[in-house]
């Protein structure tokens, strides 16, 4: 170890080149002590690891030092009715936010208790979009209309990159002399922006090569990825997912402690009202946290929950109650590839039946999704309730958050 550091103090080894030299946890665990000597801290907790470090080195973390634990919990039993996920499910959710499984599990008592949450999933498609240079905005046209004609060319030389990926859509708009592209891809079991990248790649060249447009970025921000937008909101990314279910008056009394008014209209005043006089693009409480919890869980990139806050919940009168409902229209998700190959990931994938590759492909993924929105409709239901009911406040101190 020695002549390593040595080798790191002086400059002739870089921190990236371990592994080159070494096995992958010896390479950690070198990198680890010297960052912990240059920064004068110890760094015992990230160094204990249960995980593979052979492939996590190889295909998740450059220059590791370690990992860091996030607390697990679980919120359920929920009972889902879906197209894909059709069962009773414990949620996996890794947060440090006390309080907030507490919540969910209750959105969960009451689903369960209501019969289940209707989910179904309306759209998938993952989405990359090139922006091309033009000579001017005659020009820009000619491109769109170059590329709406030859679709067929397109997704030809697209697809032959991917064994999976196909192309579901092309939308084209401009601004100016820019013009961009939207693919859309159904990607199988895979989140898919790895596929969708290089299969946009081959289109792009394709399209440069017949209109004398100038590519400039293989990702124009009109995807738009892992960040607010619009489009995203309005034509989706990923999957699209709605989940709702049908309360009584006393369901809502026995379990929330509210009644089926004060619930439609704190939805109304606070997740439509509110949200739009602050200009917000989500319409919802809080999605993101259930989001972010299962994402992190479950070895999704946490950065798309900026797409998986983009929520509306939905209250209308009933009969007999309410109807609840949550529409996600962007949930990047796969159950393949990235972060869910970490084994203790791929534990809470195993946990929900959805790990790996599912029969049909793409079947895992879309049952993914669906959990996903049913516990956020969970999340959803309790956190209006306790708004509902002005119990927030008290929760948390009770709990001593």
Not at 145 to 153: C, G, K, L, M, S
């Amino acid at each position: 170890m020695d002549e390593y550091l040595r080798r790191l103090r002086d400059g002739t080894l870089k921190l990236y080149a371990l592994e080159k030299e070494l096995p992958p946890g010896n390479a950690v665990a070198i990198r680890r002590r010297f960052i912990e000597e240059e920064a004068g801290v110890s760094l015992d907790r990230i160094g204990n690891c249960s995980i593979s470090l052979d492939t996590v080195v190889k295909k998740n973390c450059e220059n590791m030092v370690g990992t860091v634990q996030v607390p697990v919990g679980v919120a359920g039993p929920v009972r889902v009715k879906g197209g894909y996920a059709d069962g009773t499910y414990y949620l996996p959710l890794a947060t440090t936010e006390g309080a907030l499984i507490a919540s969910v599990n209750r959105g969960c008592s009451l689903i369960t208790a209501a019969g289940g949450a209707d989910v179904r999933i309306l759209k998938d498609g993952m989405t990359r979009a090139p922006v091309f240079a033009t000579d001017n905005i005659i020009h820009a046209k000619e491109v769109c209309d170059w590329v709406i004609a030859h679709e067929t060319e397109i997704k030809a030389e697209a697809e032959s990159t991917t064994r999976f990926g196909k192309i579901t859509g092309i939308e084209v708009t401009t601004a100016g002399t820019s013009v961009f592209v939207r693919f859309s891809f159904f990607t199988g079991d895979a989140m898919g922006m790895n596929m969708v990248t290089i299969a946009s790649a081959k289109a792009a060249g394709l399209i440069c090569q017949k209109t004398g447009a100038r590519l400039i970025a293989l990702s124009g921000n009109w995807c738009t990825d892992k960040k607010p937008a619009a489009v995203n909101l309005v034509m989706g990314r990923g999957k699209t997912a709605s989940a709702g279910v049908l309360l009584t008056q006393d369901l809502i009394g026995k379990v929330l402690k509210t009644d089926a008014a004060s619930l439609l209209e704190v939805n109304t005043r606070k997740n439509l009202v509110g949200s739009a006089r602050a200009g917000s693009f989500g319409f919802n409480a809080h999605a993101a946290n259930i989001v972010a919890a299962m994402f992190i869980a479950c070895g999704q990139d946490p950065a798309h929950v900026v797409e998986g806050s983009l929520c509306m919940t939905t209250v209308d009168p009933a009969p007999s109650g309410v109807y609840v409902s949550v529409t996600l229209p962007a949930l990047p998700v796969g159950t393949v590839g990235g972060g869910t190959t970490v084994e203790t990931q791929a534990e809470c994938l195993r946990l929900l039946g959805v790990a790996g590759s599912g029969d049909p492909p793409g079947s895992n993924a879309r049952k993914f999704a669906e959990i996903v929105a049913a516990g956020v409709l969970a999340g959803e239901l309790s956190l209006l309730g306790a708004l509902a009911a002005q119990h927030l406040a008290r929760a948390h101190s009770t709990l001593g958050r």
